[in-house]
């Protein structure tokens, strides 16, 4: 049972175009919600989060929209970049009490920004 | 800039051998993780570590997984016997004190080929 789901395994942009990668769950009791970017022999890196009590959170190029209600997130890039190209992994968590937040991952996209 | 490190960086096996993979976690966090992440999928959770106690060990296979982190610093996930089914990338992460961070800081993984 996939509590977080990235329905696209792909996904190709021009540069310069906007990037838009789609992440749903399903589980009610997930408040924080984070974006991973992941490169060929390289652990994950964390890109950008957001809170349930938000349903925006922007940095720089890389915007994240929250829709509770959907159970539905959305990583913007724009513009997008070549050295975007990457595996992007959405995250979700629930709130922890006495200890640090467990993830669930959802199973990616690889986004490809062609030049 | 501190990262978290892990060795091997590759290791290749054959079914029925002892593997062991080591992770040393960015100084001062108190909380580590140890993932598996098959290829095309997202990384699972295999344990939780808060400082030298196990919260969550509830995904370890534990017939043959086993992973300690004895002085609540660094850690080892050891395999005994390695099955053909584990052939994976190993992750390890680490986050400070609940509270203070909600984002994992991923180490560059331990692929695991077994044969």
């Known amino acids: 049972d996939q509590q977080v789901k990235q329905n696209s395994p792909s996904l190709s942009v021009q540069e310069g175009r906007i990037s838009i990668l789609n992440c749903d769950y399903t589980?009610?009791?997930?408040?924080?919600f984070l974006w991973y970017k992941k490169y060929p022999a390289e652990g994950p890196t964390f890109l950008i989060s957001?809170?349930?009590?938000?349903d925006k959170n922007e940095d720089g190029r890389f915007t994240v929209f929250l829709n509770k209600s959907a159970k539905h997130l959305s990583l913007h890039i724009v513009p997008s970049q070549p050295g975007d190209s990457a595996v992007y992994f959405c995250?979700?968590?629930?709130?922890?009490?006495?200890?640090?937040?467990?993830?669930?991952f959802g199973s990616g996209t690889q986004l490809t920004v062609l030049p | 800039e501190a990262e978290v490190a892990q060795s091997p960086r590759y290791k290749i096996t054959e079914k029925s051998q002892a593997v062991a993979f080591w992770c040393d976690p960015i100084?001062?966090?108190?909380?580590l993780y140890w993932y598996r992440q098959i290829l095309g999928q997202g990384p699972e959770l295999l344990v939780q570590?808060?400082?030298?106690?196990?919260?969550?060990d509830s995904q370890l296979p534990k017939d043959r997984f086993s992973a300690e982190r004895l002085k609540g610093v660094d850690s080892t996930l050891k395999i005994q016997p390695a099955e053909l089914g584990d052939s994976a990338m190993y992750l390890c992460?680490?986050?400070?004190?609940?509270?203070?961070?909600?984002?994992?800081?991923f180490g560059p993984g331990t692929r695991l080929t077994v044969l």
């Open positions: 995250a979700a968590s629930p709130t922890a009490s006495g200890s640090a937040r467990q993830l669930t």
């Open positions: 589980n009610s009791m997930f408040d924080y």
């Open positions: 957001i809170s349930s009590i938000k």
């Open positions: 570590f808060q400082d030298e106690s196990v919260v969550d």
């Open positions: 100084s001062g966090h108190a909380t």
């Open positions: 992460a680490s986050s400070p004190l609940a509270g203070v961070s909600n984002e994992q800081f």
